[in-house]
């Protein structure tokens, strides 16, 4: 803008018409000092000069050839551009005042008569040229100052906007902050155990105080949990040393609860990297450490289902042996009525056992279900009439499942198994009386949850009290085999985590939540069924009862398998007195070259499921590639499902130690079902 002012005005253009040339060069010498002369020797010419200049003043000759001056100034006059320039009148004659009245009405300014005197004309001219210059320099600053309001007032728009795109970048980021479950803080470096204060972030629904509540002396600081407190205060060296530190630690929250706050600070330092402050950012990590305490319970409760299955096979094995001596004994030798209550009592305690055994697998999830369509008011009898004998007066009982929920699919004795610890629980927990609800509804999950339960239909019974509740450091172990609140002698500790592997087993989990002094709410997740029960009583005939076992009257050779010395030689005594013919061989392997030698010599397979070399699984497949009607049976003190289930569908499983009516029915139905196929000649 400055360079503006700073260029040199031209020379103001001064118009001289005449028609003769001395006249001309005479006043073009006198008034060149004053501007820059233009001539022109007729009015026409002058008229074409003015058509392309401006001038600062006009001296124009009367009487001209052609154009006269009058008519010239007329012409003049009449033009917008020309119409204010100043004419002075050229003349040597007619000084009448009626030629000169005339010469003022054409818009003459002044006379100059012939022969003119050169100052005086000099000084008429330079009058009206200093006037034009003033002009054109007021015209000039007019412009600059337009120039000068347009460019503040664009200025001010650009500022303007700026300000407004930077207010509207900081609303926006504030509002993402906001969205964030971060807040912002900023420490001074002398503060006493490193008191925050916040500047930013979304605050309220991070911890549910306004940043001018938790500004005030040291309220941040008291929340933090007693045990977390020095963590805390130890990250103010780690930031002395290495300019940055990272802390997780758990905060009271105004509903009492703790949150995982993960806090990152890093150091503020001046020009001279000397320290100045501390900034940091608070992330609620809550859920995060929830997922990754899940995830830590569940691997531990899978390593203990492991170890709970490895146990079981072993165990299954050496009470099938003790169950198996028992019933030899009893039948081989006469007993006194001392020595029959000696073995009634071992028996006893060795089917307590069993019975231990089978609730340890259904922890680890390898018990074998029974799955079918369960409406959950088909139970609802059942389970009153069993429920009626252990709550006693002081409990009620509420059984509050609507018509409308979705079919289970389920074992449905494995269910009331399940129901029926959750009760007792439930009764245990209220000493004084109180209310056990048993209810149901359908829920519809879109996504797989924290849990591991996957998309799908699921039924979720509930089994509600309103006893003493669960403290929130036991509500995460009650589901861990053996763990029990209850005095010594009054419980396993494993109703609630043969639950929860029925539940996981049956493609579905547990969920417990409680509060101490107000009760416990169990649920228990179960998979929709895919189809509707079918009524067999209207399509199709009712099953015959299984008859009872008879003592085989032809005599059949039956191949017994099992690695475990005294299961085989227990079993195989079974056999033998009821009729059979055993040959026993010690593991899957002694089994395939009996069966490669003599492939039609047995009429049934007997074998153990876990064998080392060579497995169960690899004995029926062996068999029957050999023969493909060959009838086997499968006995097991554990197997894995997803393994056991591989086998051909006509192959039946019964877990040891087995029920000797149940272990000889099934021998006999598969006997009598290989006899049918085989063609009379």
């Given at each position: 803008m400055s360079d503006l002012f700073a260029q040199p005005s031209p020379r103001a253009r001064i118009l001289v018409v005449d028609d003769d040339d001395r006249n001309l060069i005479a006043i073009e010498t006198i008034l060149d000092p004053v501007g820059q002369v233009v001539s022109a020797n007729s009015g026409e010419e002058a008229l074409r000069y003015l058509?392309?200049?401006?001038?600062?003043?006009?001296?124009?000759?009367?009487?001209?050839?052609?154009?006269?001056?009058?008519?010239?100034?007329?012409?003049?006059?009449?033009?917008?551009?020309?119409?204010?320039?100043?004419i002075i009148f050229l003349t040597a004659i007619n000084k009448e005042d009626a030629h000169m009245l005339r010469g003022y009405d054409m818009g003459a300014v002044d006379y100059v008569f012939k022969p003119f005197d050169p100052t005086i004309l000099k000084s008429k001219v330079s009058v009206f040229v200093d006037l034009y210059d003033k002009s054109q320099e007021i015209r000039r600053s007019a412009v600059q100052q337009q120039?000068?309001?347009?460019?503040?007032?664009?200025?001010?728009?650009?500022?303007?906007?700026?300000?407004?795109?930077?207010?509207?970048?900081e609303e926006r980021q504030a509002l993402i902050l906001r969205s964030l479950p971060v807040a912002l803080y900023e420490e001074k470096i002398d503060d006493v155990g490193r008191i925050p204060r916040f500047v930013g972030g979304d605050l309220y629904t991070l911890t549910g105080y306004q940043a001018t509540e938790l500004n005030t002396q040291t309220v941040w600081t008291d929340r933090i949990h007693p045990d977390d407190q020095i963590l805390r205060s130890n990250t103010l060296a780690a930031l002395l040393n290495s300019g940055a530190a990272v802390c997780e630690y758990?905060?009271?929250?105004?509903?009492?609860?703790?949150?995982?706050?993960?806090?990152?600070?890093?150091?503020?330092?001046?020009?001279?990297?000397?320290?100045?402050?501390?900034?940091?950012?608070?992330?609620?990590?809550?859920?995060?450490?929830?997922?990754?305490?899940?995830?830590?319970?569940?691997?531990?409760?899978d390593a203990v289902g492991k170890l709970t299955g490895g146990v079981a096979h072993d165990l299954n094995n050496l009470l099938a042996s003790v169950l198996g001596g028992l019933r030899l004994v009893e039948r081989r030798t006469p007993l006194?009525?001392?020595?029959?209550?000696?073995?009634?009592?071992?028996r006893h305690a060795a089917e307590q056992g069993a019975e231990l055994i089978r609730r340890m697998l259904a922890f680890s999830r390898r018990q074998h279900l029974r799955p079918d369509v369960v409406h959950l008011n088909e139970l609802r009898g059942n389970m009153e009439g069993m429920v009626s004998h252990i709550l006693g007066g002081l409990v009620r009982f509420e059984w509050a499942v609507g018509e409308n929920l979705w079919p289970a699919y389920v074992d449905a004795g494995q269910l009331e198994l399940a129901?029926?610890?959750?009760?007792?629980?439930?009764?245990?927990?209220?000493?004084?009386?109180?209310?056990?609800?048993?209810?149901?509804?359908?829920?519809?999950i879109v996504r797989e949850t924290a849990a591991g339960v996957g998309a799908g239909d699921y039924i979720v019974v509930s089994v509600s009290d309103t006893g003493c509740g669960i403290s929130s450091e036991n509500l995460e172990k009650v589901i861990e085999p053996f763990f029990t609140t209850k005095d010594i002698g009054k419980g396993t500790g494993l109703g609630l985590s043969t639950v929860y592997g029925f539940a996981r087993q049956s493609g579905g989990t547990l969920s417990i939540t409680s509060?101490?002094?107000?009760?416990?709410?169990?649920?228990?997740?179960?998979?929709?069924?895919?189809?509707e029960k079918v009524d067999l009583d209207k399509t199709g005939p009712k099953q015959q009862s299984r008859p009872k076992p008879k003592r085989s009257v032809e005599k059949y050779e039956i191949l017994l398998v099992?690695?475990?010395?005294?299961?085989?030689?227990?079993?195989?005594?079974?056999?033998?007195?009821?009729?059979?013919s055993v040959v026993a061989a010690a593991g899957g392997g002694e089994a395939l070259a009996l069966l490669e030698k003599e492939p039609q010599r047995f009429d049934l397979i007997i074998t153990d499921f876990a064998m080392p070399i060579v497995s169960g699984l690899e004995v029926v497949r062996f068999a029957r590639n050999l023969r493909a009607d060959m009838p086997v049976l499968i006995i097991t003190g554990y197997a894995d499902t997803s393994e056991i289930s591989n086998r051909p569908s006509n192959v039946p499983v019964i877990g040891k130690p087995y029920d000797e009516r149940e272990f000889l029915a099934t021998i006999h139905r598969l006997l009598r079902t290989r006899r049918a196929a085989v063609p009379r000649i």
């Open positions: 058509l392309k200049q401006d001038f600062a003043v006009i001296l124009l000759d009367v009487f001209m050839p052609g154009l006269d001056g009058y008519e010239t100034a007329h012409f003049i006059r009449q033009r917008e551009q020309s119409r204010y320039t100043p120039r000068l309001l347009e460019e503040t007032l664009r200025a001010n728009t650009e500022r303007l906007e700026m300000e407004k795109a930077l207010r509207h970048a758990r905060w009271q929250g105004p509903d009492g609860r703790y949150r995982h706050f993960l806090d990152q600070a890093v150091l503020l330092r001046n020009e001279d990297g000397e320290p100045i402050g501390i900034a940091g950012t608070l992330l609620d990590v809550t859920e995060r450490r929830q997922l990754e305490d899940s995830l830590v319970q569940s691997q531990k409760l006194t009525d001392d020595v029959r209550q000696i073995v009634e009592m071992t129901l029926m610890n959750l009760i007792v629980n439930a009764r245990d927990a209220m000493p004084d009386g109180g209310t056990v609800r048993v209810s149901a509804e359908n829920r519809s509060l101490v002094g107000s009760g416990t709410n169990v649920e228990i997740w179960l998979p929709r069924s895919p189809v099992d690695d475990t010395p005294l299961v085989r030689d227990t079993t195989a005594a079974i056999l033998s007195e009821n009729g059979f």
